[in-house]
């Protein structure tokens, strides 16, 4: 019998100690996605004529396409899909289209969108699509003024109810989507689904891209 207490005993010692040392070790809530030194978990995706991607002087340079050029992240499965925050440092260093398109998964890798920073013709800044209304003819649409060669902070925060995005301080999208139809526009696009860095006929520089959890709302 007291064999049987002291075995007892100690396996709820165990069970303990176990649960104890479980709480010291945190779920990961943040991921730095690009350090500025390697592209290893980035993919490059040529839709025919797109700029080459390359890795110079801590930056990751998108080159000037025909149309679409950019990276697709490799490691999505690793990252929760939704209530979550990605910053990204990016600046036009040539063209007249968008310097960073921020293709993100809402929830579910099959159910993306784009965000659209400097379209039609450099300035409108948008997700494409709301209610199969893409960036410059939906409510996200306004017109921000880029400079080229200037570093940019993007934030974009992805909840089941909300997308919300900011240029440096500004926000500049604040879009319910609750029952409301979010998507990719149709096209070339498809192709750097679910997560993805794109520009359009333009040249851009990425400095830094980072992914982190926020708390889901109560």
């Not at 069970?15 to 040392?21: D, K, P, T």
């Not at 025909?66 to 990252?79: A, I």
């Not at 925050?85 to 159910?111: M, S, Y």
């Not at 965000?115 to 209304?133: A, F």
Request: hydrophobic share 40%.
């Amino acid at each position: 019998m007291k064999l049987l207490f002291s075995v007892l005993s100690l396996l709820v010692v165990c069970s303990l100690v176990a649960q104890e040392g479980a709480k010291e070790v945190p779920a990961k809530t943040e991921w730095v996605l690009f350090d500025g030194k390697s592209m290893a978990n980035w993919e490059a995706v040529d839709m025919g004529g797109s700029g080459e991607v390359t890795v110079e002087g801590g930056q990751m340079v998108i080159n000037q396409g025909e149309s679409l050029s950019g990276v697709v992240y490799k490691k999505v499965e690793e990252l929760p899909l939704t209530n979550y925050e990605i910053t990204v440092q990016a600046k036009r260093l040539q063209g007249v289209d968008f310097f960073c398109g921020l293709t993100f998964p809402i929830g579910d890798v099959k159910k993306c969108a784009t965000l659209v920073c400097g379209g039609w013709g450099g300035s409108v800044t948008g997700i494409s699509s709301i209610d199969d209304l893409n960036a410059a003819n939906n409510a996200t649409g306004t017109y921000q003024r880029y400079e080229d060669d200037k570093w940019y902070t993007i934030r974009l925060r992805v909840t089941p109810e909300n997308l919300s995005v900011w240029v440096d301080e500004k926000q500049v999208v604040d879009q319910d989507i609750k029952g409301r139809k979010v998507a990719l526009r149709e096209g070339p696009i498809d192709a750097y689904a679910p997560l993805s860095l794109t520009t359009y006929n333009t040249m851009a520089a990425i400095k830094s891209v980072r992914f982190k959890v926020i708390p889901a709302a109560k």
